[in-house]
């Protein structure tokens, strides 16, 4: 049984930071690519950040400069930093992932953690 499990959300003022956390179990061989989508209340869910196998990261123009995404390929997890919170980023985020398995790849998604940005 493959999971993803999110950690790290919580409620922060505005100008603060969070780390969010995604790790993966299971039988799969490695985590390739990952992706943080958000979702705030009555909105289409969205991309936040991109990492590729290789490393490379890519991010919506709304948290550029603000987050970054990073991945431990030995510990098969991805984060999200988050610096200079603003109300705005208010919203549930999800992790997406890659994962290998022998001849497959295949994408999973967390449950989701909750981040609230306010004074």
């Known amino acids: 049984q493959v999971q993803l499990v999110e950690s790290g959300g919580g409620l922060v003022q505005p100008g603060g930071s969070l780390r969010l956390s995604c790790a993966a179990s299971?039988?799969?061989?490695?985590?390739?690519?990952a992706d943080w989508y958000r979702q705030a209340p009555g909105k289409d869910r969205e991309l936040v950040a991109t990492i590729t196998t290789g490393g490379r990261t890519n991010y919506a123009d709304s948290v550029k400069g603000r987050f970054a995404i990073s991945k431990d390929n030995a510990k098969n997890t991805v984060s999200l930093q988050m610096d200079s919170l603003k109300p705005e980023d208010t919203a549930v985020y999800y992790c997406n992932a890659e994962l290998w398995f022998a001849g497959v790849v295949r994408r999973y998604w967390g449950q989701g953690t909750q981040v609230t940005v306010s004074s």
């Open positions: 299971g039988s799969f061989i490695s985590m390739n690519s």
